[in-house]
Structure formats: C-alpha cells, structure tokens
C-alpha cells in the first residue's frame, strides 16, 4: 500500500517552505534571486553576459532558467545539466573534471544520464549544508565562484 502524504507548510522568517520528506526547499523567488545574482556577478566582473543561468533545488530539480537572448541555443540545456551535477555530487563541477577524467576510478561518472562535466556549476550551502545549486552556461572564462545571494534569499537548512 503506498501512503502518499501532503507536504507540510513551513514559514521561516517571512518565507514560506514546503517540507516535503524533510527536505526545505525554497520558493521561486529566491531561486530567482540567486539566478539574478549570478548574472550580475558574470556581468561585473567582465564575463560574458550572453548565457543561460540554472537554479536547482538541493535535489537538482530546475527552478528557474534565465537566458540572455543572445546565449547559443544549448546554453539553457547545459545550465540546467551542470546545476543538477553540483547538487546531485555536492560539488563544483569544475572539480569534477580532473576527479572523472579518463583513466581514474570515478571516470564512469562522465557516462552517468545527466551528468554535465564541465566548468560552472556550482552548490549553493547555508550552515554547512546543501540547499540547492547554480548551473551557468555561456560564461568565458568560466566562473568557479558566485557571489552569495544576500541573505535570507535562499533557505537555511
């Protein structure tokens, strides 16, 4: 018999969470924060500014997607791929391309469905744990760090 349960609502300082399975995750809005804090950091410090950015849940799953019109078309797709490869590996994808190289013991990592190995995604952490991930694509030279979103735009664990 499966028991399907409804995710238990949860306000923490001002915002509201679903706690579903005891996961927090955070709403659109923040998610949207975060993705406009990465573009402003690619665009400040003199990346280029025609890339998609990705927003995952600390599960990996896509929150928000933003994309500068004049980003190449695989840009959104790859984005997404690299959020969804720091959350699912709690880690910089741009650390993951020397660890799954061809050769080493982890290199089977690369032919996982949905792992993006490639520099620019990166884990998003409050307290020491994961609360969700940012994948960017398009940026040359690649960035290997986001300025934090300014608190309380993510959700603490």
Sequence with gaps: MVVQRKPAIKKVGGKVFALDYGRLMGDPDSAL????????TCRDAGFNVAVAVA???R???TQVML???FAGA???QAAMGKAWTAASFRSNTTDLIALTQSGTPSAG???LPGVVVLGGGMPI???GSLVGSIGIS???PVPTTIAAPRPGSMPSA
């Design 74 to 76: 695989h840009t959104p």
């Design 109 to 111: 990592i690369r032919q």
């Design 59 to 61: 599960s990996g799953v």
């Design 125 to 127: 952490e409050s307290k």
């Design 67 to 69: 994309r500068h019109r």
């Design 138 to 140: 398009g940026a040359r």
């Design 55 to 57: 927003v995952a849940d």
């Design 33 to 40: 924060k975060a993705a406009q804090a990465a573009l402003k």
